[in-house]
């Protein structure tokens, strides 16, 4: 094909291609407006900050006391308690204690197993007794004793130890 040729059926298409564009263009209408919009309210007074409540004395806070620390037993598996702990009158939650075990690796395989369940089971919680390192698997927290009871038997089953329900935190 002549250059020249090939020139003008590029020229052409261009034309084209613009003509498509910019004509409708001309024949649309403007678009509509948006109605105005209402008028910014009024800003505040400028007063002086709070110089009033700066003069008030802010109440001292009284510390929480600290919770006992329990010395547990350096059993593996848990022993159960000789009577159920009293619910505290505040908002109380429950545990049950699958098992404290030496190993981390131990204590992760049976967090996944109860997991498998279906059980809430965050993760292996470590705690130093005596000098003793160890890992403790819990199932919970359930706002109702009774069904933290209704769990022992199936996290028994999977611990291969004795699990208890205890008080919460």
Same mark, same amino acid.
């Given at each position: 094909m002549d250059d020249g040729l090939k020139r003008r059926l590029i020229g052409a298409a261009v034309l084209?291609? =613009?003509? #498509?564009? *910019? @004509?409708?263009? =001309? *024949? $649309? $209408?403007?678009?509509?407006?948006?109605?105005?919009?209402?008028?910014?309210?009024?800003? %505040?007074? @400028?007063?002086? *900050?709070? /110089?009033?409540?700066?003069?008030?004395?802010?109440?001292?806070?009284?510390?929480?006391?600290?919770?006992? @620390? !329990?010395? $547990? &037993?350096? &059993? @593996?598996? +848990?022993?159960?308690?000789?009577?159920?702990? $009293?619910?505290? %009158? &505040?908002?109380?939650?429950? !545990? #049950?204690?699958?098992? /404290?075990? /030496? +190993?981390?690796?131990n204590a992760q395989k049976l967090v996944a197993s109860l997991r498998e369940a279906g059980l809430p089971t965050p993760n292996p919680e470590r705690v130093e007794i005596k000098g003793q390192r160890y890992y403790r698997v819990k199932v919970g927290p359930v706002i109702e004793r009774e069904e933290a009871q209704g769990m022992v038997e199936k996290v028994s089953e999977i611990a291969g130890a004795k699990a208890e329900v205890r008080q919460y935190p």
């Open positions: 084209a291609s =613009l003509a #498509v564009i *910019f @004509v409708p263009m =001309l *024949f $649309e $209408e403007p678009p509509v407006r948006p109605p105005p919009l209402p008028p910014l309210p009024q800003p %505040p007074p @400028v007063r002086d *900050f709070a /110089s009033e409540m700066l003069r008030e004395e802010v109440p001292a806070v009284t510390p929480l006391a600290p919770l006992p @620390v !329990i010395e $547990e &037993a350096a &059993a @593996v598996p +848990s022993a159960p308690a000789e009577s159920p702990p $009293e619910p505290r %009158p &505040a908002l109380t939650a429950w !545990i #049950v204690q699958a098992a /404290s075990l /030496s +190993s981390r690796d």
